[in-house]
């Protein structure tokens, strides 16, 4: 008899749930930690690594964090045992940070099954759950997993643009307020300060509780709403394409299905460019 399937109950998966499917068949768990949380002294038991600074970005585009290809994305994630059977749980270091990235990614190249730990590894250890040293890098057998690009998911400046001028649609930038405004340098040299016009300034952060977790759903819908309005069309832009995606993973938790993450985000706006206009308030 086959091992009974595990299905995620939404993109956002909670301690407790994954405390009780941890290490069941099927189950594929990533750290998808970025920056100074990435390469950590300990994990989660068994988890493996969703390297977005590494192999899973395309390395020979201008932005940083930008999507490799399918067939890239096909032979890392076959690397790293996913099947399209799997059922796959992403975290990250910091909280709710890179690990939406890496569940837009999967989505973006038409998989489903997967989740986002809510509150990451701090959440996990707050609640006392076992960790264990951080290993070599994924040494078992290789999945069938196949990418099957869904369009709209992911889109460039020209999708961007169309959408400042369509009244249907808004703008929504994960950025620190100091750092939309321009008043606050950009991290990355070379880059403008300020804004796109029309951009309305959504920072992830205020999509999470004191605690890191997500805000309720019902409190994540006000906090869209106040910027869009009754409009349901959202693009989402950070500073390069990864906290976009925790606006992306509020958004579908406030019942949104028309959302587009920004790919190249400020990294490629920012730019010094005549086409691409950039205003500070």
Same mark, same amino acid.
């Not at 889109?155 to 001028?165: K, N």
């Given at each position: ?32 930690? =970025? ?46 045992? =996913? ?30 099954? =997967? ?7 701090? /959440? ?11 290993? &070599? ?11 099957? &690009? ?9 999708? =961007? ?61 006000? /906090? ?19 906290? /976009? ?28 460019? &005549? ?7």
């Amino acid at each position: 008899m086959s091992a009974p399937e595990i299905a995620v109950p939404g993109p956002l998966v909670g301690t407790d749930w994954l405390a009780e499917c941890l290490g069941a068949p099927g189950l594929v768990l990533f750290d998808a930690s =970025v920056g100074g949380h990435r390469g950590a002294s300990e994990r989660i038991p068994g988890a493996r690594p969703f390297d977005l600074d590494g192999p899973l970005s395309d390395h020979e585009a201008a932005a940083p964090h930008t999507m490799p290809g399918a067939a890239q994305f096909t032979e890392a994630m076959r690397g790293l045992g =996913v099947d399209d059977s799997s059922t796959v749980v992403v975290y990250d270091g910091a909280g709710i940070y890179s690990s939406a990235r890496a569940w837009w990614m999967l989505r973006a190249m038409g998989f489903d099954r =997967v989740a986002v730990l809510d509150g990451g590894l701090p /959440a996990w250890t707050a609640a006392g759950l076992p960790v264990e040293a951080a290993g &070599p890098a994924y040494e078992g057998p290789r999945g069938s997993f196949t990418a099957r &690009p869904r369009a709209g998911l992911l889109v460039g400046a020209e999708a =961007v643009t169309a959408a400042l001028a369509d009244p249907a649609a808004v703008v929504l930038d994960a950025r620190t307020r100091e750092r939309f405004a321009g008043t606050a340098p950009e991290p990355r040299p070379g880059l403008r300060g300020g804004h796109m016009p029309g951009a309305l300034n959504l920072p992830f952060g205020e999509l999470q509780r004191g605690d890191g977790l997500m805000r309720p759903s019902g409190e994540l819908r006000a /906090a869209f709403e106040a910027l869009a309005g009754t409009r349901e069309r959202l693009y989402v832009s950070c500073g390069s394409g990864v906290t /976009a995606c925790v606006l992306a993973l509020g958004a579908t938790l406030a019942g949104y299905r028309d959302v587009s993450v920004y790919d190249g985000s400020w990294s490629e706006w920012g730019l010094p460019s &005549p086409h691409r206009p950039v205003v500070t308030c």
